[in-house]
């Protein structure tokens, strides 16, 4: 399962949701639910924003892999 990393990006940085909402133009209620993992796919156009917005430069920084446990 891939999963994004925003969470973590913003506590590093000292930010929050609603400052990367205003930062990026992307809805508040997009970012939140790119934040907590609860959105199914994610807009290329989006991933750029945040990733520009954050400066970050390698797409590892933002979304990582997650072995789904079996039953």
């Known amino acids: ?3 994004l990393k925003i969470d973590k990006l ?5 930010m ?5 909402s205003k930062l990026t133009g992307i809805r508040y209620p997009t970012v ?13 156009d989006n991933l750029n924003k945040i990733m520009v917005a ?6 590892n ?3 990582e892999y997650e072995k789904e446990q079996e039953d």
């Open 1 to 3: 399962m891939l999963r």
């Open 10 to 14: 913003l506590h590093d940085r000292h």
């Open 16 to 20: 929050n949701p609603n400052q990367l």
């Open 32 to 44: 939140l639910d790119m934040c907590n993992n609860d959105s199914k796919a994610w807009s290329p």
């Open 54 to 59: 954050l400066e970050i430069e390698n797409v």
């Open 61 to 63: 920084e933002l979304i």
